[in-house]
C-alpha cells in the first residue's frame, strides 16, 4: 500500500522561508511523478511544483510561486522536498504531497498525502 508522509509545515512571518518534505512508502518501483498542490479554505486544489522521472526532469512550478519555490527529488528513497522562500500570505495553505498519475491536474493525482500545514502571517 502507497502512503505519502508530508512534514515541514508550520507558522512564519511573510517573507520567511519552510522547507516541506514528503517521503513515499509503499513503491516498488518509481512513481513517473511526484508533486506539491495546495488548497486554501474556499478554494480549489491548486498544482504548485512537481518532478517528472521521464524526459528531461525539468520541475513544473505555478507562476505564482515560479522563482520563490524550488522542489527537489531523491529518487533512490522516493523523497521529495519544497524549499519555499520570501513566503507571502496568500501562500496560506494546506499543502499536499502527490504521486503518480499526473503530478499537475489534481483530478488525475492517483495518490495524495494527508495534508501540512502552512501559514504565513503579515
Known amino acids: 500500500q502507497v502512503r505519502l508522509l508530508e512534514s515541514g509545515g508550520g507558522s512564519v512571518q511573510a517573507g520567511g522561508s519552510l522547507r516541506l518534505s514528503c517521503a513515499a512508502s509503499?513503491?516498488?518501483?518509481?512513481?513517473?511523478?511526484m508533486g506539491w498542490f495546495r488548497q486554501a479554505p474556499g478554494k480549489a486544489r491548486e498544482q504548485v511544483a512537481a518532478v517528472y522521472s521521464s524526459g528531461a526532469g525539468t520541475p513544473v512550478y505555478s507562476d505564482s510561486v515560479k522563482g520563490r519555490f524550488t522542489i527537489s527529488q531523491y529518487y533512490t528513497n522516493n523523497t521529495i522536498y519544497l524549499q519555499m522562500n520570501s513566503l507571502r500570505p496568500e501562500d496560506t495553505a494546506m499543502y499536499y504531497c502527490?504521486?503518480?498519475?499526473?503530478?499537475?491536474?489534481?483530478?488525475?493525482?492517483?495518490?495524495w498525502g494527508q495534508g501540512t500545514q502552512v501559514t504565513v502571517s503579515s
Open positions: 509503499g513503491y516498488t518501483y518509481r512513481p513517473n511523478c
Open positions: 502527490a504521486a503518480e498519475g499526473s503530478c499537475t491536474l489534481a483530478g488525475h493525482v492517483r495518490n
